[in-house]
């Protein structure tokens, strides 16, 4: 399965940004959907996940009820909803697949990142 990520841009603090992610190359019901991030001098953090039919969801508490992950198979897309950003959100994000659920979520597919920054 090939991951493209899109939708990060410059935004300031307590704005809103909708990122998108679609698989090619495989039916993306197939797969456990997540998103991570990597801030600069950081290492990659796990920010949320979504089981094959969106049934369940998993957010790192950090973003809470501030982003929420979700999914259109029959886009083969998923998304991270961000709302009410902050400074520390700004990183690289990318979107991952699983062929199985695991906790903690383990990706075995890697997309390209996208530039998430939030300015204060």
């Known amino acids: 399965v090939q991951l493209q990520a899109s939708g990060g841009g410059l935004v300031q603090a307590g704005g809103s940004l909708r990122l998108s992610c679609v698989a090619s190359g495989s039916t993306s019901s197939t797969y456990y959907m997540g998103w991570f991030r990597q801030a600069p001098g950081k290492d990659h953090e796990f920010v949320a996940a979504?089981?094959?039919?969106?049934?369940?969801?998993r957010h790192v508490d950090s973003v809470k009820d501030r982003f929420t992950i979700s999914r259109d198979n029959a886009k083969n897309t998923v998304y991270l909803q961000m709302n009410s950003l902050k400074p520390e959100d700004t990183a690289v994000y990318y979107c991952?697949?699983?062929?199985?659920?695991?906790?903690?979520?383990?990706?075995?597919?890697w997309g390209r990142g996208t530039q998430v920054t939030v300015s204060s």
């Open positions: 991952a697949a699983s062929r199985g659920y695991s906790d903690p979520y383990r990706a075995d597919y």
């Open positions: 979504i089981s094959r039919y969106g049934g369940s969801t």
